[in-house]
């Protein structure tokens, strides 16, 4: 118990704050219970009690945190200082517009908070103070009685009511000073006490023919408050019995679904009297002023009690009247039948759903049980059929948390959301009485959900894999790559870069970083880089960014872009020509010399074909198309000129074929001219064998880098992924005069080769790869495998 200090002096009336022994906090939302007690009557602003710090909140933050006051009724009686956390009065209280009779009167409040939300239960008891006087139904009152009634008998008087309660009800009747009335009381239970004339001496009519009286009816207040009412006794000595009601008390219930004109019960009254003075008629007489808020009808002459207007149990919930049964005498005399009705709720209220506070946007990595909402529930019905229960679809992530009171709910999440599953919910709460049949009520909530950066980009392929011809144009885009993220709006804007570790690839290649799209800073040469890999990073908008790589391989393709090189004839000055003697005793088949040459390229780029472009006579030498060797085709006779020339043309298989042309001077001598040229010429020639070797060596060392290169970068392929074949290499060096170059690899059930100058019976070209790959028969290789030749 406690008492409020207020402008300086103490008020006329005390406040009392009571705070409950247990506080309960519910991780939900509904955070505590406070109880507050204050007078009706009060001045607006009168403190009630400091919601902010009885609840523990912190003052500095109110405002920001939005605290008001919820009290689900059409006014506010109550406001909250967001400065200060003080609760006070809003508007006039009266105990007796809020409650009517009951007690105690209490008025439920919610206090909200946000950030994070939290509701609050707070119970104010309005306590009443003695503000009404109590009334009688009429000012005047007249009662007859006969001359010859008996010492004791007794004539009830309707007694006072009083709109205050406890106490402040009435208490006690006092009456006027005179020698014949004593004054007696009855209590009557809800009724109340009831007050009775008793007859204490025998009236003489003739002597005095009416009584004054005076009935003072006083309630328990401090200092008490009363009400009188004039009774007029008329001593009559014609009429000389009153009607007597068959019950002290008449009781029923009626269901407030009741239809109108439907018979509740009969009052009964008998007067032993004859003709007018035993005829009774019945008249309704209620406790408070007025019968227009009475919703029955009463019959005056048969005394039958029916409903006139619908009932509403939510309205009133119990009717006391006094049906007054009055004979027809000159002198009427009368009595007054108690009747009790009291009104049985049927459900006939939908239950109502207020949200109360409401977050309506929630990012997706929220926490399981952030408070989305605070739900409010009520039914006007009572008992079962005001007891509600709120649900949600099951298929949600969301639920409902009943609070203490049984009449709020926290809509919280109870499952993980994902933006990029389900960007808003529209949650259908459905709130449900436990009548028969129940009746139910909806309320759609819509709740956004705010994205967060959780998705990496995704690039649509890993690795990416693209083929670019040689000799491509510098700063032209080659290929683009791209990555999408699940993500929304900024979250969802992927940049590209290129992963600088290897500084060697990355520093001729750029990327655009809005569309992915790769350009070339340097045209590229299949013979000096076959292959290489980078990696491209895609980044996202989000704060903080995430990202993802992938890894680009990338491998050159070749094109025809060198020309046969002749090795074999060179002259001194590095000119295509040389000349062979040869002895006439020569047979046909024999080998003359042979045109030696190298093609770069690889495929049919480096394939190359021999042919004789001129020569002198046509019957005497032939030329290998493949290997370039020239033979005779018959003996030499006395008659065949001694020196022939032979113009043979190199030409590779490329798309756009070239070329090289070599001269080869045949001189014919006698056997041992041809010894003793051959050994003079030795010295020479071994000159120039050696200038020639000195090229094979500087050839076969740059194939041999190459070779090694690309087994390297094949077994890094490997190691890193390789789902189609094995990186497993084969040398066969082959040598037979010709330069050459050739590829053999397996992929599935095929074999492949990139074909030189011989090609095998049985194969099969393949379109593509500028048409120089053959499929070749199975020689039962493993799957995989890839063999590499290089032929001279």
Known sequence: MARFFMGGQWPATWISLCLPLLIVVHPEGISAQIRYSIQEEVKPGTVVGNVAKDLGLEVGRLLQRNLRVVSGTKQEQFKVNQNDGVLSVHQRLDREDLCGNAMPCITNLKVVVENPLEMHQVLVEVLDVNDNLPRFLDDNCTLEVLESAV????????????????????????????????????????????????????????????????????????????????????????????????????????KENAPVGIYLLTVNASDSDEGQNGEIEYSLRSKLRGLASMPFDLNKKGGELTVKRDLDFEERQVYEMKVLAADKGAVSLSTQCNVLIRVEDVNDNRPKIDITSLLSRIAEDAPLGTVVALVGVNDLDSGANGQVVCSLPEHLPFALKSAPDGQSYSLVTNDYLDKEREHAYDILITAKDLGMPPMSSTKIVHVDILDVNDNRPLFSESPFTFYVLENNKAGVSLFSVR?????????????????????????????????????????????????????????????????????????????????????????????????????????????????????????????????????????????????????????????????????????????????????????????????????VKSAAKEDEEDNVTFYLIITLGSVSLLFVISIIVLIAMQCSKSTEYTSKYLQDANYDGTLCHSIQYRSGDKRYMLVGPRMSIGSTVVPGSHANTLVLPDRRHTSGEVRQTFCY
């Not at 009511?161 to 009800?169: E, I, K, T, Y």
């Not at 009557?188 to 001496?201: H, I, K, S």
């Not at 990338?554 to 062979?580: K, R, T, W």
């Open 151 to 254: 010492i004791g008998s007794k004539l009830q008087v309707e007694g006072a009511q009083d709109l205050d309660v406890g106490m402040n009800s009435v208490q006690m009747y006092k009456l006027s000073h005179n020698p014949f009335f004593l004054l007696e009381t009855e209590d009557f239970g809800e009724e109340g006490r009831v007050p009775f004339l008793v007859l204490q001496r025998p009236l003489d009519r003739e002597n005095a023919a009416q009584h004054q009286l005076i009935l003072t009816a006083a309630d328990g207040g401090k200092p008490p408050k009363t009400g009188t009412i004039n009774i007029t006794i008329i001593v009559s000595d014609i009429n000389d019995n009153a009607p007597v009601c068959d019950r002290q008390k008449y009781s029923i219930s009626v």
């Open 483 to 679: 990555a999408t993220d699940a993500d929304g709006e900024e979250n969802a804007a992927v940049t590209y870069s290129l992963q600088r570790k290897s500084e060697s690839v990355t520093s001729f290649l750029n990327i655009n970083e809005i569309t992915g799209t790769i350009t070339a800073l340097k045209s590229f040469d299949f013979e000096t880089l076959k292959s290489f890999q980078f990696q491209v990073v895609a980044t996202d908008g989000g704060s903080p960014p995430l990202s993802s790589n992938v890894t680009v391989k990338v491998f050159i393709l070749d094109q025809n872009d060198n020309a046969p090189v002749i090795l074999y004839p060179v002259s001194s000055n590095g000119s295509a020509e040389g000349v062979e003697e040869i002895p006439r005793n020569l047979k046909a088949g024999d080998l003359v010399t042979k045109v030696r040459a190298y093609d770069a390229d690889i495929g049919y780029n480096g394939w190359l074909l021999f042919s004789l472009q001129r020569v002198s006579d046509h019957s005497l030498f032939s030329l290998d198309r493949y290997t370039g060797q020239i033979r005779t085709l018959r003996s030499f006779t006395e008659t065949d000129e001694a020196e022939h020339q032979l113009l043979i043309l190199v030409k590779d298989n490329g798309n756009v074929s070239l070329s090289a042309t070599a001269t080869v001077t045949i001189k014919l001598v006698e056997p041992k001219e041809a010894f003793a040229a051959s050994d």
